[in-house]
């Protein structure tokens, strides 16, 4: 059994243009700064980062979210002895 991805239908009359701005206040996908967006997000697809750099990253995000990490488990432990007490 071969499972391929399906691709984009092409459209003959689709020429990629935005015909109405659904970008409207009040709806969840709002977002106000959407062309300042935008640009960022091109700035940062063109900054180019060195593996070094992008595992030195990786590393900081995870000593960053480590003690949150040890606080939760340590926390299940607990509620896990108190558990075993009181059951016992």
Not at 3 to 21: H, V, W
Not at 27 to 55: A, G, H, I
Request: contains cysteine; proline residues 3%.
């Amino acid at each position: 059994m071969c499972f391929r991805r399906k691709g984009k239908k092409e459209y003959a009359d689709d020429d990629g243009r935005t015909i109405a701005n659904m970008n409207v206040d009040g709806l969840p996908w709002y977002q106000p700064n959407k062309e300042e967006n935008d640009k960022k997000k091109k700035r940062m697809q063109e900054l180019k980062v060195t593996r070094q750099e992008k595992w030195a990253m990786i590393k900081g995000a995870y000593l960053a979210y480590l003690p949150m990490l040890l606080c939760i488990l340590s926390a299940f432990a607990i509620v896990m002895l108190l558990i075993q007490l009181w059951l016992s």
